[in-house]
């Protein structure tokens, strides 16, 4: 796997549809806002993305716990011993 591809693949990507559909092609590559405009889409889209991984993750952690804590610590390790 190559990381970080889905960011770079998604900005291509937008880029190349935004540059299909758009009235004035011909100006994609000289710095036109059509062009540009349509990578921060993409770049957001791909970070939500990111994070369906990790709440599935912690949503199995606490399904697979006795105790769900938030903080991973047991009751033996956070008193004091005196």
Known sequence: MIPEAGTSIAC???YQQ??????T????GTGHPEGLIALE???SGVAFG???PLLI???LDLLRSS????FGYKASETGSSL
């Open 57 to 59: 993750g912690v949503i």
């Open 25 to 28: 092609p011909e100006r994609y």
């Open 50 to 52: 990111k994070l369906v």
């Open 12 to 14: 291509f990507v937008a």
């Open 67 to 70: 105790k769900p804590d938030p």
């Open 18 to 23: 935004s540059g299909a559909y758009s009235k």
């Open 41 to 43: 889409p993409a770049k």
